[in-house]
């Protein structure tokens, strides 16, 4: 079996993979994850969680390398990270009492062969209605100023839902591992 590298500096991807208890590497890729004139979210994630991964090829020639990547989507608009403060309260926001889209891509590359195996994960969010005093209460005590979406759902984040429709509830949290756990199979790495 070929050596794993996580091609993140995310302490959450990190912790996501480590629940497959399989040995790992992390290191973080740099990449410009600036969206492209017209490119709609999924083909984003798809496109940087596969650029994340070639990104470590030179440096990882015989591993099999993890990429993933993350946005959401409302009313056609991409949302990113946060940023900070004002970005979050802003975000959530325009997230409460909607729905909203999260695409999560992941990416498996055999640095060695360069063959690629790659799938995407889309997860819809339902927000309850929420008080500009809730937001800023949940911002102030959760911070969640480097998560797409300005929320984490592993933590008080769910309380900003009604409901989530979705196959992995791992993908909004920024990998998702069952389709991952499919990825490596097919690259000959059995989980179990």
Known sequence: MSAL????????RRQLLARLQLE??????DVDETPLVGETPA?????????K????????????IIGSDQAAAIDGATLGK???????????????GRVVTFYTAVCLLDAGSGRCWCDLDVCQVHFRP????????????????DCAGSFKS??????LFEKIVGDDPNAL??????????????AGVSVL
């Open 43 to 51: 083909d984003l994630t798809a496109r940087l969680a596969l650029a």
């Open 82 to 96: 946060p940023g900070g403060r004002e970005g979050a309260i802003r975000q959530l926001a325009l997230q409460a």
């Open 130 to 145: 929420l008080t500009p005093a809730q937001i800023e209460r949940y911002v102030d005590r959760e911070q969640p100023f």
């Open 24 to 29: 790992f590497t992390a290191a973080a890729s």
């Open 5 to 12: 590298v996580l091609a993140s500096g995310s302490s959450y």
């Open 154 to 159: 592993e933590g008080l984040g769910i309380a």
């Open 173 to 186: 949290i920024g990998l998702p591992l069952i389709k991952l756990t499919r990825l490596l199979e097919q």
């Open 53 to 64: 991964a070639q990104a470590l090829r030179a440096v990882y020639p015989e591993h099999l």
